[in-house]
């Protein structure tokens, strides 16, 4: 049978319209682009959207060379002498404890004054002048070790958040004391992870989410117009999700006892310690905190670990758009109550909610 | 409305319904096998396809030295290194799209690559 020249003309075009059609489905105008560095002691992963492919690979080249320029500010291991130890502004301080202030980046002198203002809502149990109890336990080092009381009581004596002089108009920090060492370790990812937010939004990125190894911050929306969903891992089985967070435009941190610790004589003994005890804070398994800033989400969330959980709880509502979610020791799951319409909790045996 | 207009918007319809079928039947097609991805310094080293019954292990080079890789029955984990810590073998099997292990020292990443349920984990 012969085709008529219409039939085989309106095939070709029926052809087309479906390969045109299919086209349109599969052809997104938003690109993304993903990238990953190792820094600051974890895994930093970048994802960003948006239409210009090459405005996203520089937005996110420049988000990580911010994040290396604040974690060399505060990196408080190089050698002495190297061009890291020169550039490290903690180095500096510490090294110039008891004898001079020394002028700093405006970065380290904010971080300096945030953590001064948590350790003061803290009373106490929180502080940057940890450093000399970190190394007594060997945190930070290639190996750990539970001290000894006297080791821990030398420690204290130099971990004295009021000897920790801030100059706001010299910009300068001074410690008093002749061996005392700061660590900012509880708040500079979260400040760099904030600060390489403020590079991708001023490069144009409306979309995006940085996760500096858990330390987590959202920019605009998900890809289909809802929520980031930020699942938080569940502290004694890390296949398991405890809990989901629906975030637009927020950052989230997690401090728990379940990532750095060591083991002696079958007791772990975690990182997070309290500067009342000069011991790991044994009141809860991990404390998340959601905050519209990313250094916030970090320092607090270290803070209120080393708090009861109560305690911890009241200090958390009384801060603006702040939000917690606390697993005690004894495995009660306990939030703040603006967090309701953005959690949904998901563990199942094991752990105790109302 | 004439006969041939009629046709057009039948035609037109056709068309968008057949697309979405490939369109659906593609993306099918990518997402039903789960690998298991291994990054040493941000490169792809090793794609594992996960299948019921596989037993398998391999040493791979980090930065601070061998790390030995172990893939058992759709899971894996990193069953010893060469890192101070180990934080990455405490992180024992994981077998869960977006779930991950990491080992900072020796630069290493390992993730199930699949479609997550969550966008990100806090930990």
Known sequence: MMMSRKTIIAGVGFVFLVAMVYGLLISETEHEYESEQ???DTLVNIKVYGE?????????????????????????FPEKGTSSYEKSDICRIN?????????VAEDVFSMLKAAQ?????????FGVTVAPLLDIWGFGKATQQV??????????KLADEKKVVLDENKQTVFLQEPGMRLDLGAVAKGYAVEKAAEVLQEEGIKRAMINAGGNIKVIGENRDNSSWRIGIQDPRNPSEIIGVLDLKDEAVATSGDYIRYFEEKGIKYHHLLSLETGYPANMNICVTVISPEAGEADLLSTVLFLLDSEEALAL?????????????SDRRIVHTSGLADKLEITAKEGYYYD | MTKADRWLVFVILLSGMLAWAIHGYISQETSTEIYAVVKVQG???????????????FVIEGKTGPVMIEVRDKKVRIAESSCPQQICVRRSWISAPGESIICVPNEIV???DAPAPVDAITR
Do not use: C, H
């Open chain 1, 95 to 103: 090294s110039q404890a008891g004898i001079e202030p020394v002028r």
């Open chain 1, 117 to 125: 203002e948590y350790s003061q809502l803290s009373e106490g149990a």
């Open chain 1, 316 to 328: 958390a509502e009384g801060i603006e758009n702040t939000e917690a979610f606390i697993v005690t």
């Open chain 1, 38 to 40: 190792f820094l600051m």
């Open chain 1, 147 to 156: 001290p000894t009381v006297e080791e821990i009581n030398e420690a204290l």
């Open chain 2, 43 to 57: 490169e792809v080293r090793k794609e594992i396809r996960l299948t019921e019954g596989e037993e398998n292990s």
């Open chain 2, 110 to 112: 390992i993730y199930i």
């Open chain 1, 52 to 76: 210009d492919a090459v405005v996203l690979e520089k937005a996110t080249a420049e988000a990580f060379s911010e994040m290396r320029r604040v974690a060399a500010l505060v990196d408080r």
